[in-house]
């Protein structure tokens, strides 16, 4: 770990004391989002040291096109960026003519920083001490609306410590931004029209390529002692940026301060046409109500937000504050108002991976928003992969595949693959398998079967056509084989027979046919519809289950395990205990060939198919696996850790649990990967709320019934969440003597705990 700055703290991510070292660090640690719009936690005044500019709209890339050195068939032709917005937060200050820049300031005292998780805000306050030795005490504010989300805000103070003084805000829009990975250094934007009404500029720009619109807009209000100035600024418009111009005298020790409202306003959600006009409306709105209500309106959209999702811990102040950090940033992230848009493994918090959905939506994610929101944000996601088969179907041709067979891709924006690395994009094809699972786990929490028949089947077959196109019959083995893969585990590539890559192959097939089955005898409408349009048949239908039933699963019956692939037991198994620490992390220090020879483990592989259906394996099988597993587990990747939290749960191996639990909740907030700064792990969070709830809380749906298995780490003397389970919210709350059930929302309910059946009436506790 190379971080330790970071406070703990129950409510809030604090940072204390101005370390230059720290900053693009920070900057992605705390940065906030409203699920359209976010932006790293840049200052708002200029800074001269190293930092990351970012600001990021949802739904809004750039097709960068693809650099690789020797092209191949099936490439992508380009790879999806998320695009680095204009920005709009920010604000220069001049100081009896010097320019506030904490990187050339004399000193700077009292620094903090403070991401309150709670309401939803940063702030930001120091004392400097610029070179012409005025010393002034500075105080800022900002958020980005949960209920209106187009606007943001921001507060900035500033009090004149040792002498009266010339204070100038200078507020400014710029759309002269590029991103930090562009492939070729491309303009992403062309600004092509600038408008400015007294106090209020707007920026219409628009994507190359892509033909995203966006107006990006400000107007900002001045207070002295917190009564408001009627000042009108100086214009200075340039192409590319406009800014405001404020300057007062300012007595010492009284307060002068801006308030600046801005944001976007965007042709995804608006005719392109009408940009500027909502843009104005936007700011009315804001004038209108002001800082303070507005700031007030944040604060209970937030406790909304908490009332279902919270997980409170004690006894434990770092597990606490990272449970609360990663659910904070994954509702920063995604809302589930939009089905256009999805959950970025960056978020808005920086650039790296590009497009804006990856498998681990449907194998991380999909749970917590279906336990925290409503099924129907849960089905916006499911949604979403819907509206793209016919993308995942051109995909599949693409490679050669026939008839319908889907391929979702590896990394997407708009259903197109956009990633290029053959052995991620084309090899690690049980992303398909982890589309299929979140249909069979949104039916199986939520219990609505009604997305199957209506969208779900149509996928569940694309995804069985692909499977069985893709493995081939090998007459040494009798058997089906798939070759030529990556599994979750991306340190092991073209490899054949990947045990969970085959294991979802089969079970995508089966339970496709079962679906066909169902929809054949309950929805025949929705059955005929969907044969007239799949053009599907009972040979066809003969032909996959030939592969589900023949599939080859590489096995080895002196250690009574599956294999992670064919050649698995080849390698030199030397476990990662025997690994020098100054050789960590591995995909740092050593050679792409080597760690492909190693037998080391980026994440979970066979562990995770055993995560995905435990139900098809016993203890004693999971514990085997896991124990032989783990030992060359590297956890190199922040989706690895919350599956071995949640499996060492299951097998009470509580110290393990406890120690990976804290790994995946404090991953960023620790840096264990020394990568922070790229930006944060937004998907793997999603793993974190599992660690507990399904982990230590044992959360489980059997026999159609929703049925626990509570545990407590040593080190809490309590933990509690609450879930919203088929239209009833309900409160489990551990401690070291009992476990608690209430029901504070919705009809009565049967559940189990350890086993134990338990009547939840409402408002009733139960205590076992």
Partial sequence: MNLDYIIPNNWSIIEEGFDPKHIKASESIFSIGNGAMGQRANFEEKY???????????????????????????????????????????????????????????????????????????????IATLQNNIQIKVETKRFLSMDLDELGAIQYNITPLNSNANITYIPYIDSNIKNEDSNWDDQFWETYQTENNKNESFLLSKTLKTDFHVCTYMSSQIYLNAKRINKEPKINKEEKHISHSYSLSVNQRETISIHKYGGYTVNRNHKKEDLITIAKNNLNEAKKTGFSKLFENQKKAWSAIWETADIEIKGDIKAQQGIRFNIFQLNQ???????????????????????????????????????TKNQKVAENLLTYRYNHLQKAIENAQKLGFKNGAALYPMVTMNGEECHNEWEITFEEIHRNGAIAFAIYNYHRYTNDYSYIPKKGLEVLIGIARFWHQRANFSKAKNQYVILGVTG???????????????Y?????????????????????????????????????????????????????KELEIYLQQDGFLDKELTTVANLDKSERPINQKWSWDRILRSPYIKQADVLQGMYFFEDHFSNQQIKKHFDFYEPFTVHESSLSPCVHSILASKLNKKEQAYNFYLRTSRLDLDDYNHEVEEGLHITSMAG???????????MRIQNNQLSFATKIPEQWSSYSFKINFRNRVIQVLVNKEH??????????????????????????LISV
């Fill in 48 to 126: 001269s040291g190293d930092t990351f500019q970012g600001s990021y709209i949802g739904g809004v890339y750039y097709p960068d096109k693809t650099r690789v050195g020797w092209w191949k068939n099936g490439y992508p032709e380009y790879f999806a960026k998320v695009l680095n917005a204009p920005n709009w937060i920010g604000i220069n200050i001049i100081i009896n003519n010097e320019e506030l820049d904490l990187n050339k300031c004399k000193e700077v005292l009292h620094f903090k920083r403070e991401l309150n998780m709670k309401e939803g805000w940063l702030s930001r306050s120091f």
């Fill in 333 to 371: 992230t995604y809302t589930g108002k939009d089905a256009g848009l999805n959950i970025g493994p960056k978020g808005f918090t920086g650039e790296k991976y590009g497009g804006s959905t990856y498998w681990d939506t449907e194998a991380y994610c999909l749970p917590f928003y279906m336990a």
């Fill in 488 to 502: 979750p585990n991306e340190y092991e590539n073209n490899v054949n027979n990947n045990w969970y890559t085959n």
């Fill in 504 to 556: 979802l192959a089969k079970w995508c097939i089966d339970y496709a046919i079962e679906n066909i089955n169902k929809i054949k005898e309950e929805y025949n409408t929705d059955y005929t519809r969907i044969l007239n349009k799949t053009k599907l048949s009972n040979i066809e239908i003969t032909k996959w289950k030939e592969v589900a039933d023949n599939l080859y699963f590489p096995y080895s």
């Fill in 688 to 698: 974190t709320w599992l660690s507990i709830v399904e982990g230590f809380g044992g």
């Fill in 739 to 764: 476990t608690s059930f209430k029901l504070l929302k919705g009809a009565s309910l049967s559940i189990t705990n350890n086993n134990k059946l338990i009547e939840l009436t409402p408002n009733n």
